[in-house]
Nanobody, 127 residues
Framework: QVQLVESGGGLVQAGGSLRLSCAAS????????VGWFRQAPGKAREFVAA????????YYTDSVKGRFTISSDNAKNTVCLQMNSLKPEDTAVYYC????????????????????WGQGTQVTVSS
């Protein structure tokens, strides 16, 4: 069993930055992915970014490429999402998620492939 706890959300003006962190307790496997999803009010939850605990195989959704950076520290069981040049449309609850399966390609972006979820952290970007 893996438990995930997010931190680092908050309110920021457009163009600003935030850094989200996710701490995992329990056993993780270096080849399995951990990622971030987000859900804006009235919208479905969507994939944002993912990385293997070992640090390879990084994926981003197109809307955050060049602005967000995901990183992992396998020894500390933590994953971070550095978010720069934030836009109002980035406003959402951000969830950390981990899978117990080795995933690749489109499977990494599918939330039903993730077994463990954090409680979410609110990110609000004002215009």
């Amino acid at each position: 069993q893996v438990q995930l706890v997010e931190s680092g959300g908050g309110l920021v003006q457009a163009g600003g930055s935030l850094r989200l962190s996710c701490a995992a307790s329990g056993r993780t496997f270096s080849m399995t992915p951990v990622g971030w999803f987000r859900q804006a009010p009235g919208k479905a939850r969507e994939f944002v970014a993912a990385i293997r605990w070992s640090g390879g195989s990084i994926y981003y959704t197109d809307s955050v490429k060049g602005r967000f950076t995901i990183s992992s520290d396998n020894a500390k069981n933590t994953v971070c999402l550095q978010m720069n040049s934030l836009k109002p449309e980035d406003t959402a609850v951000y969830y950390c998620a981990a899978s117990n399966k080795v995933l690749a390609g489109d499977a990494v972006r599918q939330e039903f492939n993730y077994n463990y979820w954090g409680q979410g952290t609110q990110v609000t970007v004002s215009s």
